[in-house]
């Protein structure tokens, strides 16, 4: 099936895409975020735009507010600016913020990295590849831990989010 769009749309993707371009240019990122509802269990989410241009999987972290949720992805995209390579399994730390986070690989990155993968001209299908940045509860437990104390619906585990929903 063929989209035909139409001239002012075409000038809006257009600019968005300038505009997307500049803000990596800049900034080295560009973070999406949606916010979430949480009265129907519908979680907050952010990814950053720009890092699998460096060659490195985007970053994903669900359930944060937009400002833990924007240091927390800036820092870590810089470290891979700055040449840090993330693994899944490896537990990042922090010295402004009491949590630590687990990188885990992402399944399934083109239900959710609409923005990245329109940037990159990339079908769902063929999405970028994403890490999801899981942080732990304050006891210091990772949700693959006895007692983990975040509701679920709030950091679902890798795979069992979809932005489609």
Request: hydrophobic share 35%; glycine share 10%.
């Amino acid at each position: 099936m063929t989209t035909h769009l139409t001239p002012s749309e075409i000038a809006w993707l257009d600019q968005d895409r300038s505009r997307t371009a500049r803000t990596i240019r800049e900034h080295g990122v560009l973070l999406t975020y949606v916010g979430g509802d949480s009265s129907a269990h519908q979680t907050s989410f952010a990814y950053t735009v720009g890092l699998h241009g460096i060659g490195h999987p985007e970053l994903l972290v669900l359930g944060l507010d937009s400002g833990t949720t924007s240091g927390l992805l800036n820092e870590v995209a810089a470290r891979v600016r700055a040449g840090r390579d993330l693994i899944p399994g490896e537990i990042l730390e922090f010295a402004e913020w009491p949590h630590r986070v687990l990188v885990e690989a992402v399944p399934n990155p083109g239900d959710i990295l609409f923005a990245a993968n329109g940037f990159y001209d990339r079908p769902d299908f063929a999405s970028v590849p994403a890490l999801q940045l899981t942080y732990d509860d304050k006891a210091g437990r990772f949700p693959t831990e006895k007692g983990y104390d975040v509701p679920r619906w709030i950091q679902p585990r890798p795979g069992e989010f979809s932005a489609r929903d």
